[in-house]
């Protein structure tokens, strides 16, 4: 009878031990799942991904920050920040004081969007049986002057402020290790910015300098990240406008 009672409380033990050892490795896999770079959302205390200072957006406030001399696109970097879990592309151009990132994201990661629901998306990827590209227009191309649309699988955020801490933090590590001497780095998922930037980046691309677009850049990237009023034309636009008129 004794043993019996011995063997019953020996199965309680062994049963109660394996529960827990089950919990605490469920515990332990969730966490590390939130420190990692698949999960920006968690807001986890001592979350490795937010050690140290912050490294992303406005650092210095020096008058004229966005006053660019020179500007330049890095495949480098467009590469390896596209290459961040739960980024679906990214274009980063560099001037000489600062890193301008335009990313849109995917379904990589979770928690890329701080706040909202699908009332905040610029996407609509709900279907359509329409057999169309854009129901808006009934075309049925893309266009290739732009690199986010209204019906694209990579999602936009409309307000940068709405990205994520963590993966904002997540990218300016990545840019600051490969272009340590950037004063500031401004992140941004916009899907008009985008636009426009993926044309700084198609004429960088063609072996064009990018020179003549140096001021239409700042106003662009105040717009986007100071509250300036002004939005300049896109590339493409300011360049059949000055055809036209060499036309005229």
């Known amino acids: ?27 332990n896999y969730e966490r590390k ?12 205390k001592g979350d490795p991904k937010m050690i140290g200072s912050r490294m992303y957006g406005t650092t210095s406030n020096v008058p004229g920050q966005h006053d660019n001399h020179w500007l ?50 610029e996407q609509d ?6 057999g169309v590209y854009n129901v808006d227009n009934g075309s049925p191309y893309w266009n290739n002057q732009r690199i986010v649309g209204p019906y694209n699988s ?18 300016a590590v990545h840019i600051r290790r490969l272009a340590p001497t950037v004063q ?14 993926i044309q700084y980046a198609q004429e960088a691309w063609a072996g064009r300098s990018l020179t003549p677009w140096l001021n239409s850049f700042n106003t662009l990237v105040k717009h986007q990240f100071v509250g300036g009023n002004a939005v300049p034309e896109l590339i493409n636009v300011q360049k059949q406008r000055a055809k036209n008129e060499r036309n005229q």
Request: hydrophobic residues 35%; glycine residues 6%; charged residues 15%.
């Open 72 to 121: 330049e696109y890095s495949s480098l970097l467009s590469t390896d920040v596209s290459n961040i879990n739960g980024v679906a592309a990214a274009i980063v151009m560099l001037t000489d004081k600062n890193a301008y990132v335009s990313i849109s994201t995917d379904w990589t990661a979770a928690g890329t969007r701080k706040s909202g629901g699908r009332g905040t998306r």
């Open 184 to 197: 500031e780095v401004h992140i941004s998922a916009n899907k008009e910015f985008a636009n426009h930037i």
């Open 154 to 171: 990579q999602l936009t955020i409309n307000d940068h402020n709405q990205i994520s801490s963590e993966l904002k933090q997540t990218i």
């Open 33 to 44: 799942v939130q420190d990692s770079t698949f999960d920006y959302g968690s807001k986890q």
């Open 1 to 27: 009878m004794k043993n019996r009672a011995t063997y019953r409380t020996l199965l309680v033990f062994l049963s109660a031990a394996a529960i827990m050892a089950v919990s605490l490795t469920g515990c």
């Open 125 to 130: 990827n709900s279907g359509s049986t329409e």
